[in-house]
């Protein structure tokens, strides 16, 4: 039996990743949330498993259990979401992983961070392989989380020289599929949750930024194998999708997908919103064997199946 904690386990990437762990029956998993942007019903078909627990609480809480394997993955991840109280994203950020890193060491577990693309800022290289050390504003509204997660994979390399904690690092492109919470706000839930009602889409500058969006299946296999690999290969290793698309295409396909009569709303373009962002993965195809396979288009067709499923769900 592997007992295995999933901070962040009722939200979007944390629920899919138990989902597939609790698969395996010799997992024992453990989901920890603190149900902030996390939701319940991304877990409620699992509360039956007999290999399967769900604890209400705070990544930055003491806690003490036994486990064999930490995915730390508790933080809002939308810039909408963490920038709500943007001083309990960096809490959540570094409190969080300090008390999972004392946990980890304390009981001789491998921890795997869910770091980011973020921590590359606005990025002047492109694509961004793991080498490239960014281009972040220290002081802007998405250093909440920029500089909390930075931080937190600085705090994952220091336990690891300094105590020998078995750490592992990945670095989470924009990811997107079922679970993701219909008012999480990001780029994907939005136009599609827009395009089914018909309302506008609402584009943020002139939609000429890029994004490279993984489908969440992809991104968990890759999750998985990382934490799988050699002790010895502590990453910090990029996880996503390198098909890049503007947010004006990303629209546009959304739109005909769904055949919906929405229209483009051009709106204020957020500040520091990366003008590019792409993802380098020869390091995850060289060291995991891991690449996705889902491309955006087959990817979007699943995830508006299940927010029009969501949608028809709540109707009157
Ligand atoms: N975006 C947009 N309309 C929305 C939500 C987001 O045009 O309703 C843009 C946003 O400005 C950014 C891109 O889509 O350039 C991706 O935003 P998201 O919040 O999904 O993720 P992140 O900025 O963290 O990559």
């Known amino acids: 039996m592997k007992r295995i904690l999933v901070t962040g386990g009722a939200g979007f990437l944390g629920s899919n990743l138990c989902h ?20 319940l019903e991304n877990i409620e078909t699992l509360m039956g498993e007999s290999n399967f627990q769900f ?30 109280s943007p001083t309990s994203t960096t809490k959540t950020c570094v409190l969080g992983i300090l008390n999972m890193l004392e946990l980890a060491t304390r009981q001789n577990a491998t921890l795997l961070q869910f770091s980011t693309s973020e921590v590359y800022g606005e990025p002047v290289v492109h ?53 993701m919470d219909p008012d999480d706000g990001r780029v994907i839930s ?39 690999a050699p002790q010895d290969f502590t990453g910090p290793v ?21 055949q919906s009569c929405s229209k483009l709303a051009f709106c204020p373009l957020p500040s520091d919103d990366p003008t590019q962002r792409r993802p380098d993965i020869a390091l995850a195809g060289r060291m995991l064997d891991w690449q996705p396979h889902i491309a955006l288009s087959e990817g979007l067709d699943r995830t508006i199946d299940y927010y029009a499923q969501l ?5 009157p």
Not at 249 to 258: F, G, P, S
């Open 55 to 84: 604890i209400k609480a705070d990544v930055c809480d003491e806690i003490d259990l036994p486990v064999d394997q930490i995915y730390n993955a508790a933080c809002p991840a939308s810039p909408v979401a963490y920038q709500k």
């Open 238 to 258: 990029n996880l996503g999708n390198p098909g890049e698309f503007t947010i004006c295409e990303l629209a546009q396909m959304i739109i005909e997908k769904t």
């Open 311 to 315: 949608l028809e769900a709540k109707r």
């Open 190 to 228: 939005n136009f599609i949750i827009q395009a089914l009602k018909g309302g506008d889409i609402t584009v943020y500058g002139d939609g000429s930024q890029t994004r490279s969006f993984c489908y969440v299946d992809d991104l968990i296999e890759g999750v998985v194998r990382m934490m799988n």
């Open 20 to 39: 597939r762990l609790v698969r395996d029956r010799n997992n024992e998993v453990i989901a920890l949330d603190n149900l902030f942007t996390g939701r």
């Open 127 to 179: 694509p961004q392989p793991e080498g490239y050390r960014g281009n972040v504003n220290p002081i802007g509204i998405r250093s909440c989380y920029d500089e909390g997660k930075r931080c937190a994979e600085s705090l994952c390399f220091d336990f690891h020289r300094e105590f020998g904690t078995k750490i592992k690092v990945i670095r989470i492109f924009n990811t997107y599929g079922p679970r």
